[in-house]
């Protein structure tokens, strides 16, 4: 299943991009600065979306199928790039290393929120930004916060364990961040049920920043 996952996402996600997902990638992306940690970077989407800003960026992916597919992607980048295999926690990179972590469409199928937040937390210098572009689950009792409890079991089988109804942003708060800004948006195309998409940027609370 894996194997398939990772053959299936670039023509799956295509559609998407393609209805909007790829304006939103640019306009979360544009804010990353400095030395970059992708968290969770697939077969490399978010690549050509960095900005001149960027000096360097680290791109962490468990899965070998998709590191396969980033490498290819990777190697076609005029970009200091480096690939680690790890997972989104713990990550075997030092504290306070990182101006920018990005994660986009990651949130959903890790296994521990709360640990990959913090290793967010860690890894980031304490004026770093924290951009994400993740799905998130409707508003409770909502219809479709309803149909998504009924679909979560499924889909997670057939999604590379994706989950419907987290809860993002109250989680990214529990953290420690606020907000610098926080924009929600149904899913473009027909995959609706993956709605609303939350996108933003976000620093350590209580610490000055530049």
Known sequence: MPRLIALLYDPVLRIIEARGQSRWRAEVLSRAYGRVL???AGTGLNLPYYPDTVEEIVLVEPDPHMRKRLTRRANETPRRLTI???DAA?????????DTVVTTLVLCTVPDVPAALSEVRRVLKPSGV???LEHVGDAEGSRRFQWQQRLEPAWRRV??????TR???EAITRAGFTFEWLHAEDLPGPLRIGSPVVRGAARILGIENR
Request: hydrophobic share 50%; charged share 15%.
């Open 38 to 40: 992708e968290i969770g």
């Open 84 to 86: 680690v295999s790890a």
């Open 90 to 98: 713990p990550l075997p990179l030092g504290a306070g290393e990182f």
């Open 130 to 132: 924290f951009l994400f």
């Open 159 to 164: 999604a590379g364990d994706c989950h419907l």
């Open 167 to 169: 809860r993002t942003v």
